[in-house]
């Protein structure tokens, strides 16, 4: 990374982020989802934190997003406060400078100081680095969910 580009964190604002967001989530998942999938999650994101990267980058527009996290929080079947990761996604040309891990840490903090007692996610069962990338964050497969996405594919939770 050049030492000159400052990346910096804040949460969704409003529904002027909501392009920004479906375009670096449909540019790298392969689960196609309409903007109702975004307002459903982002119907519980709280305004007043910054947790969105950006960079400030001289060859990009200012406050371009180069990373997102969709996640929420609630009980879970009324007895778990249960917080999980709906979506990630980092720019291709941003990966592997710790942005991924961030944004992840950042929101399992968030979860745990609003008392979520566990984080759940689901990742595609032959998506090898998403794999590799989450069990480095201290997740653990679950179970499997066969041809739990739209294509077919299995998952693992």
Not at 2 to 14: A, C, G, K, N
Not at 85 to 97: E, H, P, T, Y
Not at 106 to 113: G, P, Q, V
Not at 125 to 148: C, P, Q, V, W
Request: charged letters at 30%.
């Amino acid at each position: 990374m050049e030492p000159d580009v400052l990346i910096t964190y804040r949460r969704y604002r409003s529904e002027a982020d909501l392009p920004s967001i479906m375009a670096l989530v449909g540019s790298e998942l392969s689960e196609p989802y309409v903007i109702y999938t975004y307002r459903y999650f982002l119907a519980f994101a709280d305004h007043d934190d910054d947790r969105l990267p950006h960079s400030n980058d001289p060859d990009r527009p200012p406050e371009r997003p180069i990373g997102v996290i969709v996640c929420k929080q609630d009980m879970h079947r009324g007895r778990v406060n249960r917080g999980y990761i709906a979506m990630l996604s980092v720019d291709k040309q941003w990966r592997k400078r710790g942005i991924a891990s961030a944004l992840v840490q950042h929101s399992i903090d968030a979860m745990k100081l609003d008392g979520a007692r566990e984080v759940v996610l689901e990742t595609e069962a032959d998506n090898f680095a998403a794999l590799s990338f989450y069990a480095s964050m201290g997740f653990m497969r679950e179970k499997r969910l066969y041809r739990f996405y739209m294509n077919g594919k299995d998952a693992f939770r």
